[in-house]
């Protein structure tokens, strides 16, 4: 996916480095990291969650963390969103985009999110002309 002659590296949050990870993008064992073409992705390699343990639910050293993991990225991806998803969202260049329902595998998570190319295009555009919060992007 290129966005404004740009490549777009996508972070995908998994356990077993097949399947996205079911609950908060934040507990992820890996990030698989991706550059995305429309209707093409190339694999680029998977870091490691070395994020501290949450004190408490929404810990803000974690979401500080996970920011330093995915440097480099513009998009990351989960299935669930918690209070780190948000403040990612307001709070940093990334932009979270939830992929749910019946995509639980990489795979279908990038597919999906290549279907989607227009919505995150305009989305990631947005972001990067200084928009705050709003809606997540949610694909089903």
Known sequence: MRIDGLAVK??????DKKNMHDDHVGDSRYFAIYELEKG???FLEYRENNSPEERTHGDP??????????EGCDVLVGRAMGPNFVKIRDESPYL???VRGKHRSIEDA????N???EAIKEALKRKRAGEKGGKP???E
């Open 115 to 117: 279907e989607n190319y």
């Open 96 to 98: 979270p985009v939830i």
């Open 10 to 15: 996508v972070a995908i949050g998994t356990h």
């Open 137 to 139: 992007l949610i694909i």
């Open 110 to 113: 990038l597919k999906a999110i």
């Open 40 to 42: 093409s992705w190339s």
């Open 61 to 70: 050293r974690k979401a500080e963390a996970i920011m330093k993991i995915i």
